[in-house]
């Protein structure tokens, strides 16, 4: 296999969003893979790209999947965990190999979404990095944790994951950009959505 940093930089790099599911339609190459593959295959560069991975499939009907949801959850809770560690290299779970991804399933997604995803790849770009760095890091894998579950719960309403999944999405894509503007965003929006769901536990 060729090494993932060198197949997945410059996609990264030119559209953050395209790239990613340009890399995981590259990697599966017509087949249905599994969840342990895609992300293995992204090397060093996993933490980021992986949160944009796991948002954008359950903004999608492969959310609505029995399971996918709380398995989402699980695995950026396990990378979120790294993350605050500040792990270089991400360790993943053999358990995730059980996760099947269907290639027709990804790429009717990635055909649906991807102008729109050119359009945010547009308007993103190197912003107040101090955001994406740091002592900002263990904030966002701090609240990444907290959203991821909350998904659980969440999974059980018909697309109930989605606005947990934007944010992730947001803060995924502005770790692989450095856009710092984008990260604080993501961050108020949260904020949001904590108090929703305060307010109904309550």
Known sequence: MTDPAEKIDTPLEDAPLQGVLAHVLSEMDGADSNLRDIIVSMGHRAFGPVMVLCGLFLMTPLGIIPGLPAAFGLINIAFAVQLLARRPYPWVPNILAKVRV??????????????????????????LPWATEGV?????????????????????????????????????????????????IALSVSLGLFGWLFSIVV
């Open 102 to 127: 269907p290639y027709a399933r990804v790429s009717t997604v990635h055909a649906k979404v991807s102008p729109w995803l050119a359009k945010i790849d547009n308007v993103i770009s190197p912003r």
């Open 136 to 184: 900002m890091l263990v904030l966002t894998a701090l609240v990444a944790i907290l959203l991821s579950t909350a998904m659980v719960p969440l999974g059980l309403i018909p697309f109930g994951v989605v606005p947990a999944a934007a944010i992730l999405g947001l803060m995924g894509l502005a770790l692989i950009a450095r856009d710092g503007v984008l990260m604080l």
